[in-house]
């Protein structure tokens, strides 16, 4: 069966500091991956997606970057925090073409103090 | 994309139905309607998606308009464990891009 592995489940980081978030699937090829950001009381906002190894498309000029070292890693980076960069960040993976819907892991909660 | 308009909010009774609507009077003809729940403190979750005709699964069942300009998710029989926010978003096919609104609450009264 699929499963998606997302770590760590809260994070507490200085401003200035730098940040990765990694995100995993198993039980599946070619996963369309997806790095969601919900602030505190807020909508989701998508951050980035990939359709592929290496793929990576940005939703909005930000202090985040992603990267997609392998088919079913993801990984959330920032080389300096900033205060507004605190939130809740999910992962989530579909198959394309298959409309069998996202599927989203547990989340990280990121503050930034 | 194409926008939804739902409810910002709405109670129901535990053990009684629930309708939750969604217009979406801009959707094309290659858009699935999907539905996603989020519990406080969780990732959303897949609750149901369709395209023209009605669809019923485990958690819930999809009714769409004629015209498809609306469709409501109905919860057959609301738990406490159903209080969540509610997003109807609409996707074009081969668009996996889900963009999410601010859905609906909604609170369960025991």
């Known amino acids: 069966s699929q499963t998606i592995h997302q770590w760590p489940a809260t994070l507490v980081q200085p401003v200035g500091s730098p940040l990765s978030l990694e995100c995993t699937v198993e039980?599946?090829?070619?996963?369309?991956l997806y790095w969601y950001r919900q602030a505190a009381g807020r909508g989701l906002q998508l951050l980035f997606y990939s359709v592929g190894i290496g793929q990576i498309s940005s939703e909005v000029p930000q202090n985040l970057s992603a990267s997609r070292p392998q088919d079913r890693q993801f990984i959330l980076s920032s080389k300096k925090l900033l205060l507004s960069d605190s939130g809740f960040y999910l992962c989530?993976?579909?198959?394309?073409?298959?409309?069998?819907?996202?599927?989203f892991g547990s989340g990280t909660r990121l503050t930034v103090v | 994309d194409a926008k939804t308009t739902q409810p910002n909010s709405m109670e129901s009774n535990e053990e009684e139905p629930v309708h939750l609507p969604c217009n979406h009077s801009?959707?094309?003809?290659?858009?699935?309607i999907h539905w996603y729940r989020q519990l406080p403190s969780q990732g959303p979750e897949y609750v149901i998606h369709g395209l023209t005709s009605n669809v019923n699964n485990r958690m819930a069942s999809l009714a769409i308009a004629e015209d498809r300009k609306s469709s409501t998710l109905i919860l057959h029989r609301a738990t406490l464990r159903d209080a969540a926010v509610y997003y109807c978003i609409l996707s074009g096919f081969g668009n996996e891009k889900l963009t999410f609104g601010t859905g609906t609450r909604l609170t369960i009264i025991p």
């Open positions: 801009t959707i094309s003809g290659t858009d699935y």
């Open positions: 039980g599946t090829s070619n996963p369309n």
């Open positions: 989530a993976w579909t198959v394309p073409g298959q409309g069998i819907g996202y599927t």
